[in-house]
């Protein structure tokens, strides 16, 4: 998905962490950007396939990054 997500108009980038629990965060420019990532068929396939083999449940959210720093 993340190939598929870089070809996408507005894509940042992408972070994931995999432990007990699985966390993948995408970063998108504008809301449009997302709308039209969650419209895309071959996500739409995929996130149907993770609800039938690997996830009971999941959670989105979207918010904005206002400040982003580390040392």
Not at 43 to 66: M, N
């Amino acid at each position: 998905m993340v190939s598929l997500a870089s070809k996408e108009a507005g894509f940042l980038g992408i972070e994931a962490a995999r432990e007990n629990l699985g966390i993948t965060v995408s970063y998108w420019s504008d809301l449009e950007s997302i709308k039209r990532w969650k419209a895309n068929v071959e996500h739409l396939e995929a996130q149907k396939l993770g609800y039938e083999k690997w996830y009971s449940t999941f959670k989105t959210r979207i918010s904005r990054v206002e400040r982003d720093y580390g040392i």
